[in-house]
């Protein structure tokens, strides 16, 4: 039976349905397109591994200003063809103009893709504020609701996910936190728009996750929101990646990582990793979506550590 859900949009399909799915933690990985070919073999070798646990989806990332596109579809093209999970192809507004966003979402669907991750993207490195292409779309609410149209036009059901950004400013419970205000704002725009879910970008407290969370809800968000967690094994990487990213990596951790090494490191980081996750469920997170920087042994030990039921595909 079909169901309806907002606007009378069909029910959740592919990976909306998936983490929407209350008996079960949803597992998923995300990958970047590699710049050599060295790089792609070496992706491919990594996603052997890891779809021999039987993850629910890959997602697969866009370059700023579409400067990925063809590699990110080389790399989506290779999943569908090498993997059975699902495959969510990421889509960036960022210095693009909607006519040629259109076709490269069209270039997915020609190929089988229904699931699409709808990003306003970030400005390119080393440029300050972002800015809309003069043809370009403003918001991920605004490509959410051009790819809703795009899957009416050709008469395909689309499972359509968002980013969600929570922040420090959720940490402490109860307390004011107008300066994410607006982050709980954006992502109810996308619902709106007709977003199935949300994927967060990383953070490393669990209560950062569940103040957003609660947060969200109060405004109206009903929407699965996944949480984005990376392996914490490698302080050197979250240094880099707070630098990227300006989510502070809390000193805690760093040092216990820092006082560490070897095989030692390892075991500190899963403890570390497995503990975020675990409480993450217990604050009803709907699964763990995994940053793998395309590798896979720390990834693949955080979950043997977390005991959750893979695989899920037969």
Known sequence: MTTTSGAGRPGPTGVAACVADPARP???????????????????????????????????????????RETSREVVRWLKANTDADVVAHLTCVGVPWAELRQTAEGFLEEGVRDLLALRGDPPRGVATWEAHPEGLTSGSELVARLRELGREHAVPLSIGVAATPSAAWAAPGQSAEPGRDDVLALLAKQDAGADYAITQVFFEPQVYAGY??????????????????????????????????????????????????????????????????????AGAPGVHLYTFNTHLASLDLLAALHLPVPRRA
């Open 26 to 68: 949803s597992v998923s990985f995300e990958l970047y397109p590699p710049r050599t070919p060295a790089g792609m073999t070496s992706m491919q070798r990594a996603v052997e591994q890891l779809a021999a646990v039987g993850p629910d989806f890959f997602s697969v990332t866009y370059g700023a200003s579409g400067s990925t």
């Open 213 to 282: 969370v609660a947060a969200a809800r109060a405004a109206g968000v009903h929407i699965p929101v996944l949480p984005g967690i990376v392996p914490l094994v490698d302080p050197a990487r979250l240094r880099r990646l707070q630098e990227i990213s300006g989510v502070p990596v809390p000193p805690e951790i760093l040092v216990r990582l820092d006082l560490s090494d070897g095989d030692e490191r390892v075991v500190v980081g899963r403890r570390l990793g497995v503990g975020l996750v675990e409480r993450l469920v217990e």
